[in-house]
């Protein structure tokens, strides 16, 4: 029997650099193993990162022309552009990114969308913002976003209905940061994904985060699982004897790119050696040679990143690395542009794109035009944050072009 822990895990940090660095070579091989992902070649950017607005798709405050890209889901099924939404996390491979009127933009060839976790809620904690699906809390981050059908967010959340989250994994306190929650309806297996924390091959059961799944029996068995690697676990809809979650098949984990010119990484740290030597998001880092505008006392395991620099031979050679804060986050807000398509004055919205903008805050700033000028066809720059709970977005700023 093999009983060993995560490098991320509380148990398994303590055991220190060493495992630290073996989880990243053991990354590393099954990077090799799964044959690249997103890309292929070695110009362009590679972006990870959630859906922070529209007009093209905004990942880290880069304006991503999507109007020819592939979309793609983690079964490599073809998905519509109009199924993207707002705090989705997706992959992006594009061409270099450009600086044109201190707007960042690039041309995407390939978007892929990546959640989490699918499946029923068990447990609700509304005053301290958690859930609870397939064993594993789930945290309304300060970015997380709520699917419109889901009335009142958190609060309009129920036992036994099945969601679909989409998140980053805090591997410092062992649960998951939403970005975006939307319902599901009869899916046909419920999924997880994330780092084994521990593995016990004797009796065929892995451990990610606090929950215990079964594997004896499953379909696609990873050559080498071992402790630290991604893997996306494809879900019995029914427990086992013993109350445990059956494993049905392994999916790819990761979809991680080849070498790249550029590379821009949102997430939050998942392993940390030290400043020099850590993992985002599974993916490993190189920032000795980087530059941090924020300092690096504040970080650590679980924090969260945004990296930039290039690719080679599966890690990320940074150029910088900043970190976010709560207050970073919620001050970025979310952004649209484009022409009004549609207007309703008695709800005080309109539609840009795909969403629906409400106009009705108080401290609403308007640039170059009134209230008078929404109207349909008209274009117009939108800065907005989520209303209250979190299942709609309010115009900050409304510039007209």
């Avoid at 789930?138 to 976003?145: I, K, L, N, S, Y």
Wanted: glycine fraction near 12%; charged fraction near 20%; proline fraction near 3%.
């Amino acid at each position: 029997m093999t009983d060993t822990s995560y490098p991320g895990s509380r148990a398994g940090w303590r055991t220190g650099r060493s495992i630290g660095l073996a989880a990243a070579l053991v990354l590393l091989a099954f990077i090799a193993g799964c044959g690249g992902g997103v890309g292929s070649g070695g110009t362009g950017t590679y972006a990870a990162g959630p859906i922070t607005g529209f007009g093209s798709i905004i990942v880290g405050g880069v304006h991503y022309d999507d109007s020819a890209a592939t979309v793609l889901d983690d079964d490599d099924v073809a998905r519509s552009r109009s199924e993207l939404r707002l705090g989705m996390t997706v992959a992006i491979d594009s061409d270099a990114i450009r600086s044109d009127g201190g707007q960042r933009s690039a041309t995407a060839s390939r978007v892929r969308i990546g959640s989490e976790l699918v499946g029923p809620v068990t447990a609700i904690d509304a005053a301290a913002g958690l859930f609870t699906v397939l064993g594993q809390t789930v945290r309304m981050a300060v970015d997380t976003v709520f699917d419109e059908r889901l009335t009142g967010g958190l609060r309009g959340l129920t036992v036994g209905r099945t969601v679909e989250v989409f998140a980053f994994y805090d591997a410092a306190n062992e649960r998951y940061d939403a970005t975006r929650i939307e319902p599901r309806v009869a899916p046909a297996a419920f999924v997880v994904r994330g780092p084994v924390a521990s593995l016990d091959s004797g009796a065929r059961t892995l451990r990610i985060g606090r929950a215990t799944y079964a594997y004896d029996g499953a379909a696609n068995l990873p050559a080498g699982l071992a402790v630290g690697q991604v893997v996306r676990l494809r879900l019995a809809l029914a427990p086992d004897a013993q109350g445990r979650y059956v494993v049905a098949s392994f999916g790819t984990g990761q979809y991680l790119p080849e070498d790249r010119e550029g590379a821009e990484l949102e997430g939050l740290v998942t392993a940390y050696d030290s400043s020099a030597s850590f993992q985002v998001n599974g993916l490993p880092v190189d920032s000795s040679s980087a530059n941090f505008p924020d300092g690096t006392a504040g970080l650590g395991l679980g924090v969260r990143v945004e990296v930039k620099g290039a690719l080679r031979d599966g890690v990320l050679r940074a150029s910088t690395v900043e970190l976010e804060s709560d207050a970073s986050i919620d001050d970025r807000g979310f952004e649209f542009e484009g022409r009004i398509s549609a207007v309703d004055a008695p709800a005080q919205t309109f539609v840009v794109g795909s969403q629906v903008i409400s106009w009705a805050r108080p401290d609403l700033r308007l640039d170059n035009g009134t209230l008078t000028d929404l109207v349909v066809g008209r274009s117009v720059e939108v800065r907005a944050q989520l209303n209250a709970d979190r299942t709609r977005v309010e115009a900050t700023r409304i510039t007209f072009r």
